[in-house]
């Protein structure tokens, strides 16, 4: 019996490599122009996959064509017991459908902070398509770092996946069959949707 508990352990650590769910959930503020799918209380941090990213839809913000965006914002989270080797990634930002980020917008080098947003700034504004993604790439560092925080509140729809090849992109799920959401967040306007219409929308479901 205890050796069956030893393995159903070690497969559960295998199972939640790479992410670890803090001591307790962290509030994580937006603000009316913020596109976001996390639910913004943190409860997981994460440095699992090379590249991590949000796909975001004009559609799932009650507008049409493309985004015009102004910043990238990412929180991320120093654990004490899971020190980063490096506090700096790559904002990437891309053109892509649900499956796959196909055609690069933007690469920064950013300094990621603990619990405290990190931005990768644009301007002028960057024009997408009405899909897009956007990414932290994680190739200056030797493990994945710096860790990025996550909510605990699947979709209906996956929009947070992760990649070590840049070709395959998995969901990135920790309970249930959809995935939870990364706390990446996009700045800017849809089309003709002003930032002032944008709030009302967010406001009906806040």
């Known amino acids: 019996m205890r050796r ?24 994580v503020n937006g603000t009316d122009d913020t ?24 559609g799932d913000f009650g ?3 493309g985004f015009s965006i102004t910043q990238l914002q990412f929180w991320f989270y120093h654990h004490s017991s899971y020190p980063w080797d490096t506090a700096s990634f790559y904002a990437e930002l891309w053109n892509g459908d649900a499956a796959t980020p196909t055609t ?10 603990h619990y405290s947003p990190a931005y990768a700034n ?5 024009d997408t398509e009405a899909d897009m993604w956007g990414l932290i790439n994680t ?11 996550g909510d605990n509140t699947p979709h209906a729809v996956s929009h947070s996946f992760f990649s070590d090849d840049f070709i395959v992109w998995e969901p990135w799920v920790i ?3 959809t995935a939870n959401d990364y706390f990446i967040r996009a700045t800017g306007t849809i089309g003709a949707l002003d930032q002032n219409t944008w709030g009302a929308i967010k406001g009906l479901y806040n």
Do not use: K
Request: no cysteine.
């Open 139 to 149: 190739e200056m560092s030797a493990g994945g770092w710096p860790a990025v925080l």
């Open 122 to 126: 644009y301007s002028p504004a960057i």
């Open 35 to 58: 596109y976001q799918y996390d639910d913004g209380t943190a409860y997981w941090l994460t440095w699992g996959g090379l590249y991590r990213g949000t796909w975001f839809s004009t």
């Open 175 to 177: 309970g249930g069959s």
């Open 4 to 27: 069956v508990l030893l393995v159903l352990a070690m497969l559960a650590t295998v199972a939640f490599a790479g992410n670890l769910r803090l001591d307790r959930p962290l509030p």
């Open 63 to 65: 507008g049409g064509g």
């Open 104 to 113: 690069q917008l933007d690469q920064t080098s950013v300094t990621a902070v």
